[in-house]
């Protein structure tokens, strides 16, 4: 059974940074598209950043470009989204999601396996 595991969000102000980790079982995060995508209430959930093993590179969307980096652990099976200078429209629910496919997506549907979500709320 797939298990994703979000934690590390919390109440930050504008300007701060978190580390978000995403901890997994029943699968290995080295075999996956590993995504992160957000929330905020009233809206859709969106892409926020993916990470490439296979070519190395952090695909993020426009409005995080520059404020993110991604990382792993393969000992812990874990990943983590370190973003930086974070602001109050970056509030949301975060998750991370496995796909299985090759490629990186921005999608919703190409991720098959999803964590519960972590807070984030930034104050002004």
């Known amino acids: 059974q797939v298990q994703l595991v979000e934690s590390g969000g919390g109440l930050v102000q504008a300007g701060a940074s978190l580390r978000l980790s995403c901890s997994a079982s029943?699968?290995?995060?080295?075999?996956?598209?590993m995504g992160w995508f957000r929330q905020a209430p009233g809206k859709e959930r969106e892409f926020v950043a993916a990470f490439s093993w296979r070519s190395g590179s952090l695909y993020s969307a426009d409005f995080m470009k520059g404020r993110c980096t991604a990382s792993r652990d393969n000992a812990k099976n874990t990943v983590y989204l370190q973003m930086n200078s974070l602001k109050t429209e970056d509030t949301a629910v975060y998750y991370c999601?496995?796909?299985?496919?090759?490629?990186?997506?921005?999608?919703?549907?190409?991720?098959?396996?999803w964590g519960q979500g972590t807070q984030v709320t930034v104050s002004s």
């Open positions: 029943g699968l290995t995060v080295s075999d996956y598209v």
């Open positions: 999601a496995a796909g299985r496919a090759g490629a990186v997506s921005r999608t919703v549907r190409a991720y098959d396996y």
